[in-house]
Structure formats: C-alpha cells, structure tokens
C-alpha cells in the first residue's frame, strides 16, 4: 500500500477546531490518511518537546512523518556566509528530524543564478561533500536522511538528472514533485508513459528499493516558460498533471510510495482524492 497524506496544515484541519501540529497526526488517522509532511519552509519555529509530541503521536496513529527544510537554502552559492547559513538551515532541520523521529528532510538543492548548469552543479556537490562528510557528525544527526527535491523553475539545481545525479553520488533518495517535472518541462507529463519514463529513470539509477519507497510530491500546477507560477487544487480545472497516470504504475510497480499532496490550501481534501483514485484502481 502507498501512503498518502498533506504538506503541512490545510485550512480544514483548523476549521474543524484542530490548534496546534501536534493534534495533527490523530486526526489524520481519523480521516485515514497516513502521511504527514511538516512544513518548515518559511523557517523553523516549533522546540524540541513539540517536535518530540508530534513525533510520539505520529507514531501512535501510523503516520509516516517527514520534514521540508527550509526555502532559502542554497547549495550552489559562491557566498560563503550565505552557503554557512544554507548548511545551518539544514542542520537545525535534520536535528528537528532526530527530535520528531521523521523519515527524511526533504530540501531544495539551490539556485542557479548567473552560474552556468555545471558550475551550480559542482558547488552543490561540493558543499554537500563536506557538508556530509563534516558537519554532520559535528551536530550529531548521522543516519538522518537529507532527499533533495526536483525543482520547478528552471534557474533552480534541480531537474530529475541532477536530483538522480546527487543521490547518486550521496547515496540519498530523492523527492520526486511530478508538479514540478510537469512545469519545467512545460506539460512534460500528458501520458501514462511519460510518468514510466520518471520512474524507470529512478530505478535504472538507483534501484528498485528506492523507486518502490519513492517519497513523491503531487498537485496540480500552473506554470510559464520559466517553469512553475503556482500549485492549484484539483477544483480548479486546466491544470495538470493527472494523479490516475501515475496510481496506474503505482500499483504496477508493486511501490510503497508515500504521496505528498502539495494542492492550495486542500492538501487534506486532494490527498484524500488521490488516495481514493488509487484505491479504486486496485479494485
Ligand atoms: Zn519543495
């Protein structure tokens, strides 16, 4: 079975009187969602006895956790104080990660800049080497797994051959946002083949046990030539990619995939969706 659940807290969790993170997971269970991505996109406000709540609970109801490290890390910069602050952004999120017990820290590898492709790319491998090698072990958080994401604009790191490509060199897995590889590619995701075409990718790179646990991103996206303008909800129409295309494979492959819903404010009400269109698809 896959897993679905929300990124970070939808409206309707505090519409139906729900107040902190950490009633989050119970009453997921009770709308029989498994999956729960805490957001720290915008910054890391929540201490260590919150986190070690939520991560309790989680564990109580069967909720999968993972954690999205902050927007504003850069991997590729040249700034050595703006990379520090990168690593130290990180950091804090995986040791949030170690607090709550979550499966991974899902993050944005970094932007491109006036750099060229390569360049970028080589300093993100670079700083994530020592980064890895280094300050990991300092701050005492080894064995928390970093996944970094496929991006949706295209003057970010971050297209499914350089994702592959660090977790490749790294040994990570990577956060594959199918929104994301739909926008880059304007619409690069019509047929049930062009999703077989992603996950073949993933497991000739990196093998089965990774492709059948991918950690997935989905919603439905609106973008420009640029690559990503905005995530929408499945009620506004004209948007793709299709979530049917890919449970189809879900359950070909045989995955244990978790989906992440990222939808505008209904990350609740569209996992829901999703997790019913695969359901009847097994059927
Ligand atoms: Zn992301």
């Given at each position: 079975m896959c897993r679905f659940g929300p990124a970070g807290n939808s409206p309707v969790f505090y519409k139906s009187g729900g107040k902190s993170s950490v009633e989050i997971p119970q009453w997921l269970h009770h709308l029989d969602l498994t999956a729960y991505e805490y957001q720290c996109g915008r910054g890391i406000k929540i201490g260590e006895e919150t986190a070690k709540l939520i991560g309790k609970n989680a564990k109580k109801y069967g909720i999968a956790l993972s954690i999205h490290a902050p927007y504003?890390?850069?991997?590729?910069?040249?700034?050595r104080d703006k990379l520090e602050k990168s690593k130290n952004h990180l950091l804090k999120t995986m040791l949030l990660a170690k607090w709550m017990e979550a499966d991974m820290v899902v993050f944005h590898p970094g932007s491109i800049g006036n750099m060229s492709r390569q360049q970028a790319f080589k300093n993100a491998a670079d700083a994530l080497e020592k980064f890895l090698s280094n300050e990991v072990s300092r701050w005492g958080v080894e064995g928390i797994k970093i996944s970094p994401e496929t991006m949706g604009k295209k003057r970010n790191l971050g297209t499914l051959d350089e994702v592959i490509e660090l977790c490749s060199i790294f040994n990570l897995e990577p956060t594959i946002d199918f929104a994301h590889i739909h926008a880059v590619g304007h619409g690069a995701l019509k047929t049930k083949g062009d999703f077989e075409r992603v996950l073949e990718k993933i497991e000739n790179n990196l093998g089965f046990d990774v492709l059948k646990n991918l950690h997935i991103h989905f919603s439905q996206i609106e973008f420009t030539e640029a690559g990503e303008k905005r995530h929408w909800s499945i009620r506004e129409e004209g948007f793709g990619p299709d979530f049917s295309l890919l449970a189809k494979l879900l359950i070909e492959k045989n995955m244990k995939a978790t989906v992440i819903c990222e939808s505008a404010d209904r990350q609740v009400e569209d996992a829901l969706v999703y997790k019913s269109i695969y359901e009847h698809l097994q059927m």
């Open positions: 504003y890390i850069n991997f590729c910069t040249e700034d």
